[in-house]
T-cell receptor, first 114, second 115 residues
């Protein structure tokens, strides 16, 4: 079955430094992968999605992710963190079998310090 | 246009009571999903609607949980005889069946607390 593993439950960075949130996927085929963000007391918002058109995917707010099949990874990065990036980030996969239901990773809570 | 809306935003109930949670999807979105977000289990899929039918109910945790959708729009998730372990945030999402069918748009959720 398809699944995703987020390697860090918490990541803390200083404002202006790079962000790296790690995600590995398990799939026997080329999956559809997503990153969603959840700000405190807010709904889930799509950051970016990978659907095999390009391995480097650019999303909103300066985030991007690279699909690496050889490493089964889909890590999320941002060159320079902003205080407003503090939130919980979820790596998500759509399993095969139809219906497009989302399978979520456990989440990574990003803290940004001044 | 308007996004996905859910009501109530917060619900406190006593153990054993029934609760109904409502979801209004984005207008024209025929696909609707319910998810649950809890401390112990993270974010889990509950049920999927295509129009008024639910071809995938595999995530409903017990027969105390049911959902319906009428008119291809509003959906109601009902939990009967609530238990403390039902305390969670219940999220609804919808997606279009034309164009990008995979991107789901989420509502703000209903926070349920069972005392």
């Amino acid at each position: 079955a398809q699944s995703v593993t987020q390697l860090d439950s918490h990541v803390s960075v200083s404002e202006g430094t790079p962000v790296l949130l790690r995600c590995n996927y398990s799939s026997s085929y080329s999956p559809s992968l997503f990153w969603y963000v959840q700000h405190p007391n807010k709904g889930l918002q799509l950051l970016l999605k990978y659907t095999s058109a390009a391995t480097l995917v650019k999303g909103i707010n300066g985030f991007e992710a690279e699909f690496k099949k050889s490493e089964t990874s889909f890590h999320l990065t941002k060159p320079s963190a902003h205080m407003s990036d503090a939130a919980e980030y979820f790596c998500v996969v759509i399993p095969s079998g139809g219906y497009n239901k989302l399978i979520f990773g456990a989440g990574t809570r990003l803290a940004v310090h001044p | 246009g308007a996004g996905v809306s859910q009501s109530p935003s917060n619900k406190v109930t006593e153990k054993g009571k029934d609760v109904e949670l409502r979801c209004d999807p984005i207008s024209g979105h025929t696909a609707l999903y319910w998810y649950r977000q809890s401390l112990g289990q993270g974010l889990e899929f509950l049920i999927y609607f295509q129009g008024n039918s639910a071809p995938d109910k595999s995530g409903l945790p017990s027969d105390r949980f049911s959902a319906e959708r009428t008119g291809g729009s509003v959906s109601t998730l009902t939990i009967q005889r609530t238990q403390q372990e039902d305390s969670a945030v219940y999220l609804c999402a919808s997606s279009s069946q034309t164009g990008d069918q995979e991107t789901q748009y989420f509502g703000p959720g209903t926070r349920l607390l069972v005392l």
